[in-house]
């Protein structure tokens, strides 16, 4: 049986080729799509890949008008039994190949290479990022201002350390563009927001902690969320070991009553019920509670082991709210962290803190852009 394997821009085309090289009898075995052509990932297009046979027993040359009766006559007196064994002969040989040609199709199929997009080292830091969980829009930005950065500069600067110092000043260039650092100290109220189960309580406990053991500010706790007596009484455990004052706020006015209780403190921290803010109705409802228009910086607080998409919807859903920046939880409880630059590149929100375990008050750390990249590329020597 002869094989072969055709590149043609159609389909249609692919078959006026094999039509015409191995004629009508040809069978079509498999046919993909390919990218063609192109720079280095760059620049490719479609193409149909075609693989076809042919037996090459149908394939006969023209018989000459005078050889036609001897062949004839040949074929008249040659004995039945020789003609039979020939033909059963054929027939196994044929089905071998044909068999062998199915496991090696089956093989391809089974075993086709990785794809690669760039060169080394572009494709090490392009997987690095993938495998964190940074999306393909993000890492395709990326790659495109390294590679353009990399043809750019000369001979001699062309090696894998240089690169990764490009590609550390470029994330360096993107984090910049959005609020990165911990409570400033120039708005008095802090509200903390955000949906249930990421360790919103213990996070509010630990800001306050380290604005007063660390900070030496003086605080004060309001808590919303009455909907968890648990939370409230644990709130209340954290207050009374830091001797600062906590009161509860049923309503818009009971938090403006708190407001003006402490007015002469340089800090009062704003808990907030913790809901499926995936539903725009909750959202809705926290200002029936928080008196969002006073001056106050927003803190949405989020965990780096939900999927990037729910992060999405939720910061999405607080469009409404001024939030100014976002606080990640649990950086101990998983490996991924391309919700670093997810949310500053894609939704340009920044940073406040990140906390890395339950230990109140010490698993908390103030963000800072070398602290996010390092935790992303799992490095510390670009700077």
Known sequence: ?????????????A???????????????????VDVGGFLGFFTKKQIEVIAAIDPTV???????????????RQAHAPSQVQSKK??????????????LKELIQGMN??????????????EMDDQLRTQGVTDTIRLKIMKHMMKQWYEQTAPERNKEAIKKDLYTYLQELLSKVPIGGIAFDKKIINIVGPTGVGKTTTIAKLAAHCVLKKQK???????????????????????????????AYSIEDFKKAIEQFQHYDLILVDSAGRNFQNKLYVDELSKVIDFEQDATTYLVLSLTSKYEDMKNIINQFSLIPLDQVILTKQDETSSYGAILNIPIDLDKGFAYITTGQNVPDDIVEATIKYLLDSVLEVSKYE
Not at 15 to 33: F, P, Q
Not at 59 to 73: G, L
């Open 110 to 123: 089974d075993n086709k290479p990785i794809q690669k997009d760039y060169p080394e080292p572009f494709q």
């Open 218 to 248: 003086k605080v004060a706790l309001i808590t919303t969320d009455t909907y968890r007596i648990a939370a409230v009484d644990q709130l209340r455990t954290y207050a009374k070991i830091l001797n600062i004052p906590l009161e509860v």
């Open 15 to 33: 078959m006026k080729v094999i039509r015409s090289e191995l004629g009508d009898d040809a069978v079509i075995l498999n046919s993909k799509e």
């Open 59 to 73: 394939i006969r040359a023209p018989i000459r008008k005078q050889d036609h009766s001897i062949s004839r006559s």
């Open 87 to 100: 033909e059963s002969t054929n027939q196994a040989h044929l089905m071998k190949e044909i068999n062998q």
């Open 1 to 13: 049986m002869k094989v072969k394997k055709y590149t043609a821009n159609s389909m249609h085309e």
